[in-house]
């Protein structure tokens, strides 16, 4: 039986494999086919301490590995299919066999909500984005559009006007879903316009950036271009966390409920943006993944 299993290989996961290493206790983490999470479809980031010049997504994945297989972690591939209880312990059936432990660790991630486009795909992490503190830097003095009604479009409108000279909302209906406050303090910004009933219909580009949208007025049927050097796609997030229906207690979006990172099954554990639906950034799911790490270690320890 094994010590703990760590599920996902993000950097939630990777951290917390790293700490659980160094205590000794021989960690298996599953990778799953979504290997490294949301950072293997970034480009540069610029806002994780100790990279000064930055570094790229998938570089910082590979470190982060390359770092818990150097303290005796083992990695198996493939998804986990389920995960059951055995009097204290834990079966996680994974494409690759079952395997028994007396901890896990959750880190699976979430991933955002996309328009289904196939330019979207052409030109992600070119032009087409999802997280404005990560990548609104990049656009210092330019235009982007956002995607978006809710809360969390308001939010990233409002931090790109920091940076972009101009922001334009694109929603599919006539009014917001936004709290009341979150609407008054967009609508009331001279850098932000909205452009009411319409989808965007194609991201276009020049091949090697994203230089406008294609967009369809649903009232209408009508069509048009807006010129924008970005795309910020604020429509929600999905939590890679449908294998543990029926098991542990989440919300109606599948966020997983945790005391910090203590679900309510005794020596499960959740990191990262599986549980994190707020700030979902590289730093804080490494923070959750080594307080995991660390209250499984205590777990483990009887304590």
Partial sequence: MENIVIIGSGIAGL???????????????????????QLMLTTAVE??????????????????????????TKFVD?????????????????EEGNIESKAVIIATGADAKTLGLESEKTYWAR???????????????????VVGGGDSAMEESLFLTKHATKVTIIHR???????????????????????????????????????????????NNGSSVIKTDAMFLSIGHIPNTKFLSGLVKMDEQGYILADRTKTNIPGMFAAGDCVDKVYRQAITAAGTGCEAALEAERYLEGG
């Fill in 15 to 37: 951290t917390a494999a790293i700490y659980n290493a160094r205590a000794n206790l021989k960690p298996v983490v599953v990778s799953g086919k979504k290997e490294g999470g």
């Fill in 127 to 145: 032009g087409v984005h999802t997280c404005a503190v990560c990548d609104a830097y990049f656009y210092n003095g330019k235009e982007v559009v």
């Fill in 78 to 94: 493939g998804d986990v299919k389920k995960i059951s209880l055995k009097g204290k312990a834990f079966v996680v059936e994974t």
């Fill in 173 to 219: 209906r006539d009014k917001f879903r936004a709290s009341k406050i979150m609407q008054g303090r967009v609508l009331k910004n001279k850098k932000i316009s909205v452009v009411w009933n319409s989808a965007v219909e194609e991201v276009l580009g020049d091949g090697k950036k994203v230089t406008g949208v294609k967009i369809k007025n649903l009232k």
């Fill in 47 to 72: 806002n994780y301490p100790c990279f000064p010049e930055g570094i790229l997504g998938p570089d910082m994945i590979s470190k982060a590995r390359e770092q818990a297989k150097k303290f005796g």
